[in-house]
């Protein structure tokens, strides 16, 4: 994971607009590519081997992967869509205050002041507000804006791919013959194809190896971007706690004023306390 993220700034800054044309599309298709074959694969044919195909245990499966692809393909639009970039500010919020301008930094690439815990993305091309990094899989800056999309969208493709984990898990345990000749137990059998094996079994046991690595890199994604909620840090700026102001208002400036309920869709209206240019920080200990 670092070596994949150390290789994709070393691009992004050495061609930026080449980065984002093939970069982008690329991860985008991956993550809609892979949504729709786990889910099929999932849906179509390994739960029907585990479960009645007319069961209601097969129906509430069916509702909760829908909920999932959902919020997952949802908060992934919602944060390519939402503009985190400082020019997204009203124009008389674009300047500084009198009172505000020494917090205020002057931005070399776009030759204005960017409010504090802004700064350049070379790929966007603009500042962003609190820019935490960018994201090949939403092609655009996770930022103030939009960092509540990337956060649950985070969440839901670690869910999505535990749960479909889960599923070949089990239906490795429960069926015999495919417990028997899988694969993942036998590596010889797929590379020095020592005994036959059915495409079924094939492409069972590569969606699954595929399976393992979706979860990986969903498991770090989220384990980067909870100290980041938790301590109202960035991705680059992680021992920077200046801004922590507790895990109830670090999570409101994060998600809005519905808090936990954005959860449940990227559709419900949350409104965040500020909009991006105003950071409360954490009081200096006054001596006597």
Known sequence: MCFMMVGCKYIANANPKRFAKIVH?????????????????????????????????????????????????????????????????????QIPCPEEEHLWHFCDHCQILVPPRSW??????????????????????????????????????????????ATHVNLLIIDEQIRRQYVVLQFSSIFLFLKP?????????????????????????????????YLNTTFYTPKDHRYNQGLLGNFMAFMGKRGLWTFISPSIRSPLPHDGTQWQTKQAPTTI
């Open 25 to 93: 599309p690329s991860a985008v298709g991956l993550i809609l590519v892979g949504t729709v074959l786990f889910l099929l694969v999932e849906m179509f044919y390994m739960l029907p081997k585990i479960y009645d195909p007319d069961g209601l245990f097969l129906k509430i499966a069916w509702l909760m992967a829908l909920f999932i692809v959902y919020n997952l393909l949802g908060n992934m639009l919602a944060c390519h869509r939402k503009s985190s970039a400082v020019t997204s500010l009203p124009k008389d919020r």
């Open 197 to 229: 094996m059915s495409w079924e079994l094939i492409a069972l046991n590569i969606s699954f190896v595929v399976n393992i690595y979706a979860w990986i890199l969903s498991l770090i994604m989220l384990g980067y971007q909870i100290p980041v909620l």
């Open 120 to 165: 350049h993305c070379k790929v966007c091309e603009c500042c962003i507000l609190r820019r935490d990094h960018h994201c090949i899989f939403t092609a655009t800056c996770v930022g103030h804006n939009n960092y509540r999309y990337f956060f649950w969208f985070t969440v839901y493709m670690h869910i999505g791919s535990l749960l479909s984990l």
